[in-house]
């Protein structure tokens, strides 16, 4: 049974930071890109290649960065200076090296306060 396990996510004031993190098990396949997304899961927030090649939204950009440990099966969404519209559900998603399968994660709550 494949499991997508989310768990940073909390209540932080603009400006603060938080480490999302995204542990998968029960896998069939050899992982291949690893994403973060947001609104309701349409928006992408970032994504990791397997290989460590990396894509960010715009807004995204220079102030969050996207991580994985291979060996784990997790991935980490560290994220800086955060503003009030960064607040939302933020999932993961994870598929094979063929992007034909494709798994997601239950959602972790970030607010930010103004």
């Known amino acids: 049974q494949v499991q997508l396990v989310e768990s940073g996510g909390g209540l932080v004031q603009t400006g603060g930071s938080l480490r999302l993190s995204c542990a998968a098990s029960g896998v069939p396949f050899s992982i291949g890109r690893m994403g973060w997304y947001r609104r309701d899961q349409r928006d992408l927030v970032a994504e990791i290649s397997n290989?460590?090649?990396?894509n960010y939204a715009d807004f995204a950009q220079g102030r969050f960065t996207i991580s994985r440990d291979n060996a784990k099966n997790t991935m980490y969404l560290q994220m800086n200076s955060l503003k009030p519209e960064d607040t939302d559900v933020y999932y993961c998603?994870?598929?094979?090296?063929?992007?034909?399968?494709?798994?997601w994660g239950q959602g972790t709550q970030v607010t930010v306060s103004s």
């Open positions: 998603r994870i598929g094979n090296i063929y992007e034909s399968s494709y798994y």
């Open positions: 290989g460590g090649t990396t």
